[in-house]
């Protein structure tokens, strides 16, 4: 038994890993036919220390539903969002530097999941807007009245392309729902305490 022990240490290692891969992504996506967001510069806080946000997040697409965990970690270096399935099993890892994106993700979560949309996203609503407004070719984000504390949008051409109400005036305390009428999205974040 001891003889087999560092062989089930290997297979469970080779397991793991060949779950996963890792790759590099763009630093700009296409948000709508005309719009698109390249990742703004890293917030610089002024106490330089690391700011970490715990969530659940449910994500409609048309009428396939999901939920996930995750956590946004920021420092003055790097941007961090760890994605995992409601029962803990790790789906994705992505950073960015301010140079470059790069997802460490699960094979189950398929070709198809961009981890730098992700990205663009968190952007949009935890960013000023006035740090992400120069980073689309067109549009900006806006905030706007509404029967919330606060609700935001990414207008183009007058029009409400996505939206964003907060439950509270600070988007980190915030309950927040993204709405994203063009791909037929719905976000729905919930900070965990």
């Keep these: 038994m001891r003889q087999l022990m560092p062989v089930i240490g290997i297979l469970l290692v080779m397991l793991t890993t060949g779950c996963s891969h890792?790759?590099?992504r763009q630093?700009?996506?296409k948000l709508t036919p005309e719009v698109?967001?390249?990742l703004a510069p890293l917030l610089q806080s002024s106490s330089?220390?690391?700011q970490v946000l715990s969530q659940k997040i449910s994500f409609t697409h048309g009428e396939k539903h999901?939920?996930?965990?995750?956590e946004l970690a920021l420092d003055a270096s790097e941007m961090a969002?760890?994605?995992l399935a409601p029962i803990g099993q790790p789906l994705f890892t992505v950073t960015y530097n301010g140079d470059e994106v790069l997802s460490q993700q699960n094979v189950l979560m398929g070709e198809d999941f961009k981890a730098e949309y992700l990205m663009a996203i968190m952007q949009l609503i935890y960013w000023p807007h006035e740090q992400v407004n120069g980073y689309f070719n067109q549009g900006e984000m806006i905030d706007y009245d509404c029967q919330q504390p606060r609700c935001s949008a990414?207008?183009?051409n007058e029009k409400h392309a996505i939206t964003i109400d907060y439950s509270d005036d600070n988007p980190w305390k915030s309950n927040v729902s993204l709405h994203f009428p063009a791909a037929n999205i719905t976000l729905v974040?919930?900070?965990?305490l």
């Design 22 to 24: 890792q790759l590099q």
């Design 27 to 29: 630093t700009c996506v």
């Design 36 to 38: 698109n967001y390249c």
């Design 48 to 50: 330089n220390s690391e």
């Design 66 to 70: 999901h939920e996930l965990l995750t």
């Design 81 to 83: 969002l760890v994605g």
């Design 154 to 156: 990414l207008m183009v």
């Design 189 to 192: 974040i919930t900070p965990l």
